[in-house]
């Protein structure tokens, strides 16, 4: 049998069988699809954000979705315009119930969303009462249609402190909020939600961004009746921009909560760099809605040899151990500097390093029209390793690094 190492976590108090969760989003909308989820071994669902209908009857447009493909490269990110829950109160918390009856060692987040203050404590309360495991409050919602919920109420600290209070002492669920990144700094906020009685934070949620434009019709994508909205960016490209609020939020002593990781995770890999900056569970949906629920057997089957090859016997071993190396760019170590190196057997002679170290670094490329070569002019090279970046070739260029105290070279790859 293969073996398999220990994912488990525990976050608020609360044992998860792995770290894999599917936010609130399309893919956790009904009691169906989230059965089929935890069949596949997702260990929690954030279920989809749950609201009060009478107060205001979600309707979705249509088209809502517009994928960014870039050159060749298909569903690199997503723009969605789906808002939270359009399906009745009742029958959502009646699915919440039937998974935690169906599923009791599996761990359910309500998402909820409120307008005042009585409609989060009544979901908060609801919730609980449907048994679900903990709360997620959505402060986030890049798209809602009303002007006094989503990411605006995200942008303001005194709301998310107010309202992160009002479901605390409404519920005795631990209480997790989730973060815009449609802001400058996230510290300031969660620190906000600490105040009102916030046990984590989850980040982050979609980027306001326009992914497409039909240039024949000079319309925005997606085109809803000839109109579109800026909407949530999700997927691979959204990964960078939520590793560096991670890891912000991983490092900020003040606020000291566990951290749901949320942005671009497609592969085991995605999401043991969310650990490595902080993060004590991930939380998944474009991978999803790209692939289907089976993704998370590679997850786990990936993390867990990555585990056992490094002998890592626990994810709090290694939690935060990148983010620990994150310093100021005043503070980094600028003695020692690198000077490409080509593996000429390696070197196809394409060229394109040529024209990107002519064209936007320090033109310390030379190249050998008779041998079809590349080489390095080191007394030129400044270490960008542009050159590395845009080589086909894999392993064809490496760099030494100079120590300029003493000139020696060490070749690194």
């Known amino acids: 049998m293969h073996p398999k190492a220990d994912l488990s976590v525990n976050f608020c108090g609360i044992k998860c069988e792995n770290p894999f969760f599917l936010s609130s989003s399309p893919v956790s909308n009904t009691a169906e699809m989230c059965e089929r989820a935890y069949n596949y071994g997702w260990g929690g669902i954030v279920y989809k954000t749950l ?35 359009d399906r009745p109160i009742k029958d959502n918390l009646a699915d919440i119930a039937r998974l935690k009856k169906q599923f009791p060692k599996k761990v359910l987040v309500s998402s909820i969303m409120g307008f005042v203050d009585e409609d989060w404590a009544l979901l908060a309360k609801m919730s609980e009462d449907a048994g679900a495991d903990m709360i997620e409050l959505n402060f986030s919602c890049p798209q809602m249609a009303r002007r006094d919920a989503g990411y605006r109420v995200g ?11 009002c479901v605390k002492k409404a519920s005795n669920l631990p209480v997790m909020a989730k973060m815009t990144p449609n802001i400058t700094d996230m510290i300031p906020v ?24 039909d240039i024949e019709k000079c ?39 566990p951290i749901s990781g949320i942005g671009g995770i497609v592969t085991w890999k995605d999401a043991l760099q969310f650990t490595l900056l902080g993060a004590t569970t991930v939380q998944v949906t474009t991978a999803v809605m790209r692939y289907g629920y089976r993704i998370v057997e590679d997850m786990i089957e990936g993390l867990s040899d990555h585990m056992i090859d490094h002998k890592i016997s626990s994810l709090d ?37 040529l024209i990107s170290c002519s064209d936007g670094a320090n033109k310390a490329i030379q190249f050998d029209v008779e041998k079809r070569k590349a080489k390095v002019d080191e007394e030129k090279c400044v270490g960008c390793l542009l050159c590395k970046h845009v080589c086909p070739v894999w392993d064809c260029i490496s760099h030494k690094e100079v120590d300029t105290k003493t000139h020696k070279h060490a070749a690194i790859m």
Do not use: W
């Open 155 to 165: 942008q303001d600290y005194s709301s998310v402190e107010h309202f992160t209070e």
């Open 51 to 85: 609201n009060l209908e009478e107060k205001f009857k979600i309707v979705m447009p249509s088209p809502r979705l517009s994928c960014l493909h870039y050159e060749d490269k298909r569903f690199v990110g997503l723009q969605n315009a789906e808002q939270i829950t």
């Open 317 to 353: 071993e290694i939690k935060g151990a990148a983010a620990a190396r994150l310093v100021d760019p005043s503070e980094l170590n600028c003695r020692f500097q690198v000077v490409s190196s080509i593996d000429e057997d390696k070197c196809i002679g394409c060229g394109q390093c």
């Open 219 to 257: 319309v925005p994508l997606p085109s809803i009746h000839d109109h579109s909205a800026i909407t949530g960016f999700s997927g691979a490209a959204a990964k960078p921009v939520a590793l560096r609020f991670v890891s912000e939020l991983h490092n900020c002593k003040e606020l000291s909560l």
């Open 190 to 213: 969660a620190l906000a939600a600490k105040r009102g009685g916030a046990n984590a934070i989850s980040a982050i949620n979609t980027i306001r961004s326009i992914t497409d434009i």
